[in-house]
């Protein structure tokens, strides 16, 4: 074949380690990263917010709530690797440091900011058994390498269709230990998040097994609480259509300090809400259209992310005080 | 107006249904134009007329056997990148099986991803070095959704797992063969546009090069932006064109070829580039790109579609800076020249510095046109086709603020050096591209009827051949040189072209008009056929007799056509009044006839009515019917009618001499009515007797 151009190697990633997104495709990476600016707009009592650090990700964040809340549509899929560069900021009144105020001390509003370096890269460029793009693929590991934190996306949906997780992180988790420069288990902080809770069967699963609780909101949310997310995950992952999914809670155990490990059940565009009753109908909750060829896959109703801030903000916390001096 | 109206639509020419409902609109225009329109209607009308497809097949198909269509071509790889219906993994779903493999493929596109795209098509240009004996490559990707349409959608499904899938077609093609070719971008992709790549199909495909019609709009209103995104590249920084979101990916891929034909062409053996990229990809490997967003890692040039900035170049870029300052001075003699530098350069300093060493010298277009001549005199195949690019790439970058003066002074070299002369030792296809481009250098478009004399007196003779098929794609500002072009060769013409000038919307009464108005300007070698046409589409009309009778049965533009001579006239009117009247003219037609105002009694229309009246014995008649004509026709109007009445009442002829005039078979018809009264009135006489 002709010859490679040349500079193929890939240069190291610039910019302070980030948070990158590992998952095998459709397992719902991009929607995930799509819908954190709606799941913090939802949940003002956190004090947090986002903004885009550059014009890329600026845009790339309106385009995705642009999508989801004014198309009903869902994000295109990953096709190189994206980088965007967001910041969460919050104002928590009372909370910052002791300061004189007229006669006596008095702790001001601590204003914090936590940058986001998130990668998401396309669900192929982790296959371990097709090669989808040697320079892709190596970027990928780079990253991977380099950031502080990953969210792992566990798609039990897909699990049940094609059995596919374990093949897509084996083997990028196998490639980062071999580039790592230190040994024994890696630093990275991971949440492994448990995609599309929103799924019939997802939902049904959870509650067969009788771990739901009612959210704090309004609209009563069903919610898998986090202390049973890691039990939900190791029943979830028994009905996959590959044994060998059992694999990948070891082998994230193996690969990373466990008490870095932590499990979520998300949902994205969360559960259906029917806007005369306010309150989840457990009868009528599924937010998610099937495509009908010509039209793709839509979203149906108002978007209620679920858990999908909470692991980014964990993350971000830690890989905050990892950076710091 | 139903088509049966129109003797044409009514049956004379089958096959034509197309035309005659076209025809429709064709009177509407007329009736727009009719009040005045022989006065007001100028000869070069702003309606240009343009060959229908079916007479372009008609006049191809005319074209001797010995000149067979021979276009250019390439050779593709390619394949087909996306999903199966029942997979979740983009991937080569199908490829040739040259010299690249699946594998192969894959990277390619993998490494020149441009990330998540808002709209689709886009298109990626990038290139593949060559290696192990092998050719370098360049590629050109369409990215693209599958048509809803399955009988276009190649066997692809649009909807995969819930989302749209981005098919990525690719064909990758030796630069050699493009260099060669001088084939631009815009040119390779639509030339491949319509290959779908079905399943089953493996063998490399050979590709015909479309090249484009003209210059494009694109290339005259961002071509000072192309400049300095071309300086921009030679820094040898990516740019990133910002704010072009609302121009289509073809018009942004025409950018990309403005750029580049500002750089030498072997400089494309070393870019990617894309219609569209996300402005969150990471380590993009494109060099030139559309986004919608800056990026602030301050390795990329950006630049604004909309809003021309001032070039600011980097402090250690006085290389670039000569360059830019040669390309501003060179103006539209400069991608001519940079398009015969084929050989590869990389945008690296070393290179740039000794592309600024070796700047092409200043060649004309004036100077590139005697040089053409040159090898044209001398046969010389390769210059001749080598000329001929280099004019086309100096056309397609010429703008609007190209004038007149440079299109006089190739005129005058195009005539003078008789270029447009048939050349047999040329191929068809070297010839129909010397002959394009060498008519739109050298004349204004559309093309007048004095252009199409020029021509005709360059070569003299009417322009056949390859030189006639060339000249009948182009568009006419009016019907006479269309109909000389069309007539040049001896074919069933007629039909073809009255079906043009209906498709286009010509009211019948505009030909005719324009002979009317021009009698005098065109040259007596073309008079008969264009008025013979122009009578016959006149003919056309529902309401032909009105509109002949309106131009005084055409005789006066006959005589001014062809003074004096009766032989060119006498037929043509007599077909006229034939047309209108019959075979013959009765006393009664012939007193309308000269007694309309209108009528302008040439000595040839005395003639024809002479020849046409029913009586052999109205010769005095005639005559004196026409000298009132005259005299009214004159302006004395009052006179010639008060002279008539005098002359009728002073010679009145006795009744044996009025007698004598009658024309004998009315005589006859006469005698033998008479006889047989006479008989009848005998047999009821003797039965009543009885």
Same mark, same amino acid.
């Given at each position: 074949?002709?010859?490679?151009?040349?500079?193929?190697?890939?240069?190291?990633?610039?910019?302070?380690?980030?948070?990158?997104?590992?998952?095998?495709?459709?397992?719902?990476?991009?929607?995930?990263?799509?819908?954190?600016?709606?799941?913090?707009?939802?949940?003002?009592?956190?004090?947090?917010?986002?903004?885009?650090?550059?014009?890329?990700?600026?845009?790339?964040?309106?385009?995705?709530?642009?999508?989801?809340?004014?198309?009903?549509?869902? =994000?295109?899929?990953?096709?190189?690797?994206?980088?965007?560069?967001?910041?969460?900021?919050?104002?928590?009144?009372?909370?910052?440091?002791?300061?004189?105020?007229?006669?006596?001390?008095?702790?001001?509003?601590?204003?914090?900011?936590?940058?986001?370096?998130?990668?998401?890269?396309?669900?192929?460029?982790?296959?371990?058994?097709?090669?989808?793009?040697?320079?892709?693929?190596?970027?990928?590991?780079?990253?991977?390498?380099?950031?502080?934190?990953?969210?792992?996306?566990?798609?039990?949906?897909?699990?049940?269709?094609?059995?596919?997780?374990?093949?897509?992180?084996?083997?990028?988790?196998?490639?980062?230990?071999?580039?790592?420069?230190?040994?024994?288990?890696?630093?990275?902080?991971?949440?492994?998040?448990?995609?599309?809770?929103?799924?019939?069967?997802?939902?049904?699963?959870?509650?067969?097994?009788?771990?739901?609780?009612?959210?704090?909101?309004?609209?009563?949310?069903?919610?898998?609480?986090?202390?049973?997310?890691?039990?939900?995950?190791?029943?979830?992952?028994?009905?996959?259509?590959?044994?060998?999914?059992?694999?990948?809670?070891?082998?994230?155990?193996?690969?990373?300090?466990?008490?870095?490990?932590?499990?979520?059940?998300?949902?994205?565009?969360?559960?259906?809400?029917?806007?005369?009753?306010?309150?989840?109908? =457990?009868?009528?909750?599924?937010?998610?259209?099937?495509?009908?060829?010509?039209?793709?896959?839509?979203?149906?109703?108002?978007?209620?992310?679920?858990?999908?801030?909470?692991?980014?903000?964990?993350?971000?916390?830690?890989?905050?005080?990892?950076?710091?001096? | 107006?139903?088509?049966?109206?129109?003797?044409?639509?009514?049956?004379? /020419?089958?096959? /034509?249904?197309?035309?005659?409902?076209?025809?429709?609109?064709?009177?509407?225009?007329?009736?727009?134009?009719?009040?005045?329109?022989?006065?007001?209607?100028?000869?070069?009308?702003?309606?240009?007329?343009?060959?229908?497809?079916?007479?372009?097949?008609?006049?191809? !198909?005319?074209?001797?056997?010995?000149?067979?269509?021979?276009?250019?071509?390439?050779?593709?790889?390619?394949?087909?990148?996306?999903?199966?219906?029942?997979?979740?993994?983009?991937?080569? +779903?199908?490829?040739?099986?040259?010299?690249? $493999?699946?594998?192969?493929?894959?990277?390619?596109?993998?490494?020149?991803?441009?990330?998540?795209?808002?709209?689709?098509?886009?298109?990626?240009?990038?290139?593949?070095?060559?290696?192990?004996?092998?050719?370098?490559?360049?590629?050109?990707?369409?990215?693209?959704?599958?048509?809803?349409?399955?009988?276009?959608?190649?066997?692809?499904?649009?909807?995969?797992?819930?989302?749209?899938?981005?098919?990525?077609?690719?064909?990758?093609?030796?630069?050699?063969?493009?260099?060669?070719?001088?084939?631009?971008?815009?040119?390779?992709?639509?030339?491949?546009?319509?290959?779908?790549?079905?399943?089953?199909?493996?063998?490399?495909?050979?590709?015909?090069?479309?090249?484009?019609?003209?210059?494009?709009?694109?290339?005259?209103?961002?071509?000072?932006?192309?400049?300095?995104?071309?300086?921009?590249?030679?820094?040898?920084?990516?740019?990133?064109?910002?704010?072009?979101?609302?121009?289509?990916?073809?018009? !942004?891929?025409?950018?990309?070829?403005?750029?580049?034909? +500002?750089?030498?062409?072997?400089?494309?053996?070393?870019?990617?580039?894309?219609?569209?990229?996300?402005?969150?990809?990471?380590?993009?490997?494109? %060099?030139?790109?559309?986004?919608?967003?800056?990026?602030?890692?301050?390795?990329?040039?950006?630049?604004?579609?909309?809003?021309?900035?001032?070039?600011?170049?980097?402090?250690?870029?006085?290389?670039?800076?000569?360059?830019?300052?040669?390309?501003?001075?060179?103006?539209?003699?400069?991608?001519?020249?940079?398009?015969?530098?084929?050989?590869?350069?990389?945008?690296?300093?070393?290179?740039? %510095?000794?592309?600024?060493?070796?700047?092409?010298?200043?060649?004309?277009?004036?100077?590139?046109?005697?040089?053409?001549?040159?090898?044209?005199?001398?046969?010389?195949?390769?210059?001749?086709?080598?000329?001929?690019?280099?004019?086309?790439?100096?056309?397609?970058? /010429?703008?609007?603020?190209?004038?007149?003066?440079?299109?006089?002074?190739?005129?005058?070299?195009?005539?003078?050096?008789?270029?447009?002369?048939?050349?047999?030792?040329?191929?068809?296809?070297?010839?129909?591209?010397?002959?394009?481009?060498?008519?739109?250098?050298?004349?204004?478009?559309?093309?007048?009827?004095?252009?199409?004399?020029?021509?005709?007196?360059?070569?003299?003779?009417?322009?056949?051949? $390859?030189?006639?098929?060339?000249?009948?794609?182009?568009?006419?500002?009016?019907?006479?040189?269309?109909?000389?072009?069309?007539?040049?060769?001896?074919?069933?013409?007629?039909?073809?072209?009255?079906?043009?000038?209906?498709?286009?919307?010509?009211?019948?009464?505009?030909?005719?008009?324009?002979?009317?108005?021009?009698?005098?300007?065109?040259?007596?070698?073309?008079?008969?056929?264009?008025?013979?046409?122009?009578?016959?589409?006149?003919?056309?009309?529902?309401?032909?007799?009105?509109?002949?009778?309106?131009?005084?049965?055409?005789?006066?533009?006959?005589?001014?056509?062809?003074?004096?001579?009766?032989?060119? *006239?006498?037929?043509?009117?007599? *077909?006229?009044?034939?047309?209108?009247?019959?075979? !013959?003219?009765?006393?009664? *037609?012939?007193?309308?006839?000269?007694?309309?105002?209108?009528?302008?009694? $040439?000595?040839?229309?005395?003639?024809?009515?002479?020849?046409?009246?029913?009586?052999?014995?109205?010769?005095?008649?005639?005559?004196?019917?026409?000298?009132?004509?005259?005299?009214?026709?004159?302006?004395?109007?009052?006179?010639?009618?008060?002279?008539?009445?005098?002359?009728?009442?002073?010679?009145?002829?006795?009744?044996?001499?009025? +007698?004598?005039? +009658?024309?004998?078979? $009315?005589?006859?018809?006469?005698?033998?009515?008479?006889?047989?009264?006479?008989?009848?009135?005998?047999?009821?006489?003797?039965?009543?007797?009885?």
């Amino acid at each position: 074949m002709p010859a490679r151009p040349q500079g193929s190697q890939p240069p190291p990633p610039q910019g302070p380690p980030g948070i990158t997104m590992l998952g095998a495709q459709q397992t719902g990476k991009t929607t995930f990263l799509a819908a954190l600016q709606i799941a913090l707009l939802r949940k003002p009592d956190l004090g947090w917010s986002l903004k885009g650090d550059n014009p890329g990700s600026t845009q790339a964040l309106i385009n995705f709530v642009n999508d989801m809340t004014d198309n009903h549509v869902f =994000p295109r899929p990953t096709a190189a690797i994206e980088n965007y560069r967001w910041s969460l900021e919050g104002e928590f009144p009372g909370k910052g440091p002791l300061k004189w105020h007229r006669w006596w001390f008095r702790r001001q509003n601590l204003l914090s900011s936590i940058g986001l370096d998130l990668v998401d890269a396309p669900g192929e460029s982790a296959d371990g058994r097709q090669l989808f793009g040697r320079a892709i693929s190596e970027r990928f590991v780079d990253n991977l390498v380099r950031s502080s934190g990953i969210v792992v996306f566990y798609d039990p949906v897909s699990e049940f269709d094609r059995g596919d997780a374990f093949r897509h992180t084996f083997g990028v988790l196998a490639q980062m230990r071999s580039l790592a420069e230190r040994r024994g288990r890696l630093p990275h902080y991971v949440a492994v998040c448990i995609t599309k809770f929103d799924e019939i069967r997802v939902f049904e699963s959870a509650y067969k097994l009788k771990m739901l609780e009612i959210g704090p909101e309004a609209e009563e949310f069903p919610q898998v609480p986090e202390g049973d997310a890691e039990a939900f995950f190791g029943r979830l992952v028994r009905l996959s259509r590959s044994d060998n999914a059992a694999l990948i809670l070891p082998m994230l155990h193996q690969t990373f300090r466990k008490e870095r490990v932590r499990f979520f059940v998300t949902s994205a565009i969360g559960f259906y809400l029917n806007p005369s009753l306010a309150v989840f109908d =457990p009868d009528d909750y599924q937010n998610h259209i099937p495509a009908a060829d010509p039209e793709p896959a839509r979203i149906r109703g108002a978007i209620y992310p679920i858990n999908v801030i909470e692991p980014i903000l964990w993350l971000g916390e830690n890989v905050a005080r990892t950076a710091r001096p | 107006m139903s088509n049966g109206d129109v003797p044409w639509a009514a049956g004379e /020419q089958p096959g /034509q249904q197309a035309a005659a409902t076209d025809y429709r609109a064709a009177h509407a225009y007329g009736a727009a134009v009719a009040p005045g329109a022989r006065d007001k209607r100028p000869a070069d009308a702003e309606v240009s007329i343009t060959l229908t497809a079916e007479m372009a097949r008609q006049f191809a !198909r005319e074209q001797p056997a010995d000149e067979p269509g021979t276009g250019q071509a390439v050779t593709a790889e390619w394949a087909l990148w996306g999903k199966q219906a029942n997979e979740t993994a983009y991937r080569v +779903l199908r490829c040739s099986d040259g010299v690249f $493999t699946s594998d192969d493929f894959r990277e390619v596109i993998t490494r020149y991803a441009s990330g998540v795209k808002e709209r689709l098509p886009q298109y990626t240009v990038c290139w593949i070095p060559g290696a192990q004996g092998h050719p370098a490559y360049l590629g050109v990707a369409v990215h693209e959704l599958a048509d809803p349409d399955p009988a276009r959608s190649g066997g692809r499904s649009r909807i995969v797992g819930g989302r749209e899938v981005e098919y990525v077609r690719l064909f990758c093609v030796p630069y050699a063969e493009l260099a060669e070719l001088g084939v631009s971008y815009p040119d390779l992709a639509g030339s491949v546009m319509e290959q779908q790549l079905p399943a089953g199909e493996t063998a490399p495909i050979r590709v015909a090069v479309q090249a484009a019609a003209g210059p494009h709009h694109i290339a005259a209103k961002f071509r000072d932006l192309a400049v300095n995104v071309a300086a921009l590249l030679l820094t040898t920084r990516p740019v990133c064109v910002l704010g072009a979101e609302r121009t289509t990916a073809e018009d !942004r891929l025409r950018f990309i070829e403005l750029v580049m034909s +500002l750089l030498p062409y072997g400089m494309r053996s070393r870019l990617s580039a894309s219609t569209w990229a996300s402005s969150t990809a990471q380590d993009l490997k494109l %060099r030139l790109y559309f986004a919608n967003a800056r990026r602030d890692d301050g390795k990329i040039s950006h630049v604004s579609w909309d809003q021309p900035e001032p070039l600011t170049l980097p402090g250690e870029s006085e290389a670039v800076r000569l360059y830019l300052d040669w390309l501003r001075r060179t103006g539209a003699n400069a991608a001519p020249a940079l398009a015969e530098r084929t050989e590869p350069l990389r945008f690296t300093r070393e290179d740039v %510095r000794r592309l600024v060493d070796n700047l092409p010298r200043d060649r004309s277009v004036t100077e590139t046109l005697e040089d053409l001549a040159d090898s044209l005199r001398k046969q010389d195949r390769a210059a001749v086709t080598a000329g001929v690019e280099r004019l086309r790439r100096h056309l397609a970058s /010429q703008d609007d603020r190209s004038g007149a003066a440079d299109r006089e002074k190739c005129r005058q070299l195009v005539l003078r050096h008789g270029m447009l002369k048939d050349r047999p030792a040329l191929r068809h296809d070297v010839k129909a591209r010397l002959y394009e481009v060498l008519l739109k250098l050298a004349f204004d478009m559309p093309l007048t009827y004095a252009s199409y004399c020029e021509i005709e007196r360059s070569l003299g003779d009417p322009p056949r051949g $390859t030189l006639r098929s060339v000249l009948l794609e182009f568009q006419f500002s009016s019907f006479i040189p269309l109909l000389l072009t069309a007539k040049a060769e001896p074919s069933s013409w007629e039909p073809q072209l009255v079906a043009v000038l209906i498709g286009s919307g010509i009211a019948p009464t505009v030909p005719i008009d324009e002979v009317v108005q021009l009698a005098d300007k065109i040259r007596p070698e073309h008079r008969m056929a264009v008025y013979d046409f122009a009578a016959y589409y006149l003919r056309g009309a529902p309401d032909a007799w009105h509109e002949l009778k309106e131009r005084g049965y055409l005789a006066e533009t006959l005589e001014e056509l062809f003074p004096g001579n009766l032989k060119r *006239q006498e037929p043509r009117l007599a *077909q006229t009044l034939r047309f209108v009247y019959g075979e !013959r003219l009765s006393a009664g *037609q012939i007193s309308d006839l000269f007694g309309d105002s209108r009528l302008h009694p $040439t000595m040839a229309l005395e003639r024809v009515v002479r020849s046409m009246a029913a009586s052999p014995k109205a010769d005095r008649e005639i005559a004196r019917q026409a000298a009132f004509a005259r005299i009214s026709s004159a302006g004395y109007e009052e006179d010639a009618r008060v002279l008539a009445q005098g002359t009728d009442e002073r010679y009145r002829q006795p009744l044996r001499e009025r +007698l004598r005039q +009658l024309p004998r078979s $009315t005589i006859t018809t006469a005698v033998i009515v008479a006889a047989i009264a006479a008989f009848v009135a005998y047999l009821i006489i003797t039965a009543v007797h009885h």
